[in-house]
């Protein structure tokens, strides 16, 4: 039997730890700013357990664990200065798109959910119809991701596989002091065992017509998953905006395989670019 995750709401802060938490958002991203909610953020957590029960964002509720996860640390406190390019560009997009139809997004690598909550949070403000694919193939991160889709009555569809350029079988390593770091073993046959698909039939399996944003960020497979994808994929299936990790050199193979596909890059931001196609 599934053991139930305690409910939300059990591991609050005390009031005073919560107060200081809260003390950050009023900050940016200037260097005091950042300076400031490092301070804040590590004073509202001193000497207490792992997880965290929080709101962020107007009613986003989240069960973070800060100290094994660099995006659960980002949004524990200061979320409003943590990938704020890529939010906004995830934002645009659906106020922007068709009111008609229904805005699909694909969160590749969802690790425990951010984008996809966030999105979902703004399309509810917005009263906009969307389709969000949460892809992660961790069982930590999976767990973590499907708790935070239930505190938030979401309908973010939960799938659990690797993505790369074939179909079968892959093995996860890494993640243990940062759990963003999971990522598929190069070789051999040692680590957690998951199943492997790629991108066309991944959308082919969820009956996935058209992608209006993608967020992709899968440890090293990337290149692979993207390059097999523009090869089997028809163009009406290629995402529209696409936000990736890329690093921070002035061009990528990834970069340049998108760039040769059509899409423009509008925004470096840290590691991640953001692309929209032409």
């Known amino acids: 039997m599934k053991k139930t995750a305690p409910e939300f709401g059990t591991f609050a802060l005390?009031?005073?730890r919560e107060a200081l938490r809260v003390r950050a958002d009023k900050y940016g991203g200037s260097r005091f700013g950042r300076w400031m909610i490092s301070w804040l953020r590590k004073r509202a957590f001193k000497g207490l357990p792992d997880p965290f029960d929080i709101e962020i964002n107007h009613g986003l509720r989240l069960r973070v664990w800060p100290r094994t996860n660099r995006c659960e640390k980002r949004v524990f406190a200061g979320y409003q200065i943590w990938d704020t390019q890529e939010h906004?560009?995830?934002a645009d997009a659906l106020s922007q798109s068709d009111t008609r139809g229904t805005f699909v997004f694909l969160d590749v690598g969802a690790n425990v959910g951010l984008y996809s909550l966030f999105l979902e949070h703004e399309a509810r403000k917005m009263s906009r119809d969307v389709r969000i694919l949460a892809i992660e193939p961790d069982f930590t991160n999976r767990q973590r991701l499907e708790f935070n889709?239930?505190?938030?009555?979401?309908?973010?569809e939960i799938i659990n596989t690797a993505i790369s350029d074939r179909i079968g079988e892959a093995f996860l390593q890494g993640g243990t002091t940062n759990r963003g770091e999971v990522r598929m073993e190069a070789d051999g046959e040692t680590g957690q065992a998951v199943p492997l698909t790629t991108l066309n039939a991944l959308c082919a399996a969820q009956n996935v017509k058209r992608i209006d944003a993608?967020?992709?960020?899968i440890e090293g497979q990337d290149l692979r998953a993207l390059t097999a994808f523009f090869a089997t994929a028809e163009p009406k299936l290629w995402p529209n905006l696409l936000i990736l990790e890329t690093?921070?050199?002035?061009?990528?193979p990834l970069l340049e395989l998108c760039t040769t596909h059509g899409y423009d890059i509008t925004a470096r931001s840290g590691i991640n670019s953001i692309l929209k196609r032409k």
């Not at 889709?149 to 973010?156: F, K, Q």
């Not at 690093?247 to 990528?252: D, F, H, L, N, Y």
């Open 149 to 156: 889709v239930t505190a938030n009555e979401s309908d973010i």
């Open 247 to 252: 690093g921070r050199e002035a061009t990528t």
């Open 88 to 90: 906004k560009a995830l």
């Open 14 to 16: 005390p009031l005073k």
């Open 214 to 217: 993608m967020k992709l960020d």
